[in-house]
């Protein structure tokens, strides 16, 4: 089946800086990449959908100065934390769809856990 | 909008026995159901999906699930379980093909342990 790999799988950063992670589609052509963001117990939360080359689209109450999403390939696509605050730690996941793996399913990366002191 | 409320944080069944994990949804409009399975470390896997076809949807690893419009339920079962079952298991709805740009929405998921 179709992967998607996310980079770092965790990361602990100092307040006030910022941290990139990346979403990569490893054997197919992800025409549009999607960021959620998930709390202990809770679900997943749609933070933002990308088309390759297109900006992102931001769900309500999502700050896009916050979080800078970039899907410059068909393959890569990242996600910046930009001047982290522990409010922000939180564990996020990417998923992709296109071609080569069906338009009608999303894949999933592993998740990456951002704790930010 | 789309929600979707999963009974149960936590599962816990015997090995060999009847696994039920439920789903209950809302949707203004015919919804595309969908449960998904994460294992530790891994990302979300989809087990099965329901696009207004049979109600009765078969999915991978011997999981199944019902749609049942009035009850607007969907609840996933496994008539045997096995160690390997164990995971965290997510349902989710959308308001029609994600091809078309729909969006998923997650319940809070559900942790299924197996007993030896």
């Known amino acids: 089946g179709a992967v998607v790999s996310q980079h770092p799988s965790w990361v602990i950063c100092k307040s006030g800086t910022s941290v990139k992670i990346e979403c990569r589609s490893l054997?197919?052509?992800?025409?549009?990449m999607f960021w959620y963001r998930q709390f202990p117990k809770q679900s997943l939360m749609l933070m933002a959908t990308?088309?390759?080359?297109?900006?992102?689209?931001?769900e309500q109450g999502v700050e896009k100065d916050k979080f800078l999403i970039n899907h410059a390939s068909l393959t890569l696509s990242t996600l910046t934390v930009t001047s982290a605050h522990p409010e922000d730690s939180s564990f996020y996941i990417c998923s992709a769809r296109g071609a080569g793996a069906g338009t009608d399913t999303q894949y999933f990366g592993p998740g990456t856990r951002l704790t930010v002191l | 909008a789309q929600s979707v409320t999963q009974l149960g944080s936590h599962v816990s069944v015997s090995e060999g026995a009847l696994v039920l994990l439920r789903c209950n949804y809302s949707s203004s409009v015919p919804p595309y159901l969908f449960w998904y399975v994460q294992y530790p470390n891994q990302g979300l896997q989809l087990l099965l999906k329901y696009t207004s076809a049979a109600t009765l949807v078969k999915g991978i690893n011997g999981f199944e699930a019902e749609f049942k419009k009035s009850e607007t339920s969907f609840h996933l079962t496994k008539p045997s379980a096995h160690m390997s079952d164990a995971a965290e298991y997510f349902c989710?709805?959308?308001?029609?093909?994600?091809?078309?740009?729909?969006?998923?929405?997650f319940g809070a998921g559900t942790i299924l342990r197996v007993k030896s």
């Open positions: 054997d197919f052509q992800a025409t549009t």
């Open positions: 989710a709805v959308s308001d029609g093909s994600l091809e078309y740009g729909n969006k998923l929405v």
């Open positions: 990308s088309n390759e080359g297109s900006k992102a689209t931001y």
